[in-house]
């Protein structure tokens, strides 16, 4: 009898293979990127990746390659799968090559230093491994390096703006960019993986603007949205009272930070978050 013909992938299955790790990883990355708020949620990365991209492309590039870099050095160190399945080793890398690429001094020097970056965030997780939540602390710890590098964040738009464009530009700058589209899918992407996530993080983005010009801050600052992130991120990362009590350190933080010229980031949110949940919870009736 004559041999069937053999379909071309059956024939040769290593493509297929490595299509399909190519595709686990392109999730894990996403997964990573949706980590950034908190939700391990390939689609809600997605939104936040085409965000990024939208404002700024090479950070979006910048962004998916650390997640990859970073995974794949938590994997090779023995960290559980879990935690590369869901994105966990790759947030902090995504965030450093994202800022890699903001801060780079010159456009030639990107590459070295989306790299250089990652794999130092990806070193810093492990170091912290022993954390409850390290949360953004690695990326903290990369990102005030990398401002020295003598590159500089995207400026702040100038022109006023109403309320609603002012907290979509303190979510865009979760990620490092005072945009209202990055805004706009960051919130998408949310409500996508989680619908109370995303109204969490629009009144956690509300408070810190309210507070911020309730003190006098910089009116610029405001409308730029740089008082809205660190309080939309405690309002993701926690819940009733203690979100409030950790919006309200987050605040106070980012002011002395800012008052003594130290490079903000995500600082106040990681600070404040460990310190209210470093606090016992009140012993229930």
Known sequence: MPTPLTPLAAAHPAPRRRLRAAAAELRVALRGLGQIVLAPHAGCGALLLLGIAGAAP???????????????????????????????????????????????????????????????????????????????????????????????????????????????????????????????????????????????????AALGGVLAAACGADPLGVQGGVWGFNTALTALALSGARAGAAALLACALQALLSAAALPVFTAPFVLAVWAVTAWPAAPRD
């Open 58 to 204: 090479l950070a979006a590039i910048a962004a998916v390659a650390g997640a990859l870099i970073a995974s794949r050095v938590g994997r090779a160190r023995g960290a559980p799968p879990g935690a590369w399945r869901d994105g966990r080793l790759g947030y902090n890398g995504a965030l450093a090559g994202l800022a890699a690429a903001l801060l780079a001094p010159t456009p030639g020097a990107v590459p070295i230093f989306v790299i250089g970056a990652a794999l130092l965030a990806a070193v810093l997780q492990g170091a912290l491994a022993g954390l409850r939540r390290p949360l953004t602390a690695p990326f903290v710890l990369v990102a005030a390096m990398l401002a020295s590098s003598g590159g500089a964040l995207p400026a702040l738009p100038p022109e006023p703006v109403g309320p609603l464009t002012v907290l979509l530009r303190g979510l865009g700058q979760i990620v490092l960019l005072p945009d209202a589209y990055t805004g706009a899918c960051l919130l998408a992407g949310l409500a996508l993986a989680a619908p109370r996530a995303a109204l969490r993080a629009l009144a956690g």
